[in-house]
Nanobody
Framework: QVQLVESGGGLVQPGGSLTLSCAAS????????MFWYRQAPGQERERVGF????????TYLSSVEGRFTISRENRNNMLYLQMNNLRPNDTAVYYC??????????WGQGTQVAVSS
């Protein structure tokens, strides 16, 4: 059974940092590119970034480029999102996600990030 479990969210002041984690199980983690998405209240879900299966290439949403870093540890089936210099408009529920070539998609339950003074 495929499972994605995010953790690490919380309340942080503007300019602060958080690291989100996504624990993957039930599939061969190292075979898949992985995504981070977020959804702010009243907004559509948007893609924060993507990392290739072996971690050699990462792409980011332009508004987080230079502040966020996606990484992965394939030996531990873990995906990470390091977030620095957080802004109030980074407030959202953050999800890890991957998709299979046959069209199936998998999402975690999400972890809430709130950026406020």
């Amino acid at each position: 059974q495929v499972q994605l479990v995010e953790s690490g969210g919380g309340l942080v002041q503007p300019g602060g940092s958080l690291t989100l984690s996504c624990a993957a199980s039930g599939f061969t983690f190292g075979d898949y590119g992985m995504f981070w998405y977020r959804q702010a209240p009243g907004q559509e879900r948007e893609r924060v970034g993507f990392i290739t299966p072996d971690g050699d290439r990462v792409t980011y949403l332009s508004s987080v480029e230079g502040r966020f870093t996606i990484s992965r540890e394939n030996r531990n089936n873990m995906l990470y999102l390091q977030m620095n210099n957080l802004r109030p408009n980074d407030t959202a529920v953050y999800y890890c996600h991957f998709r299979v070539s046959d069209g199936r998609t998998y999402w975690g339950q999400g972890t809430q990030v709130a950026v406020s003074s």
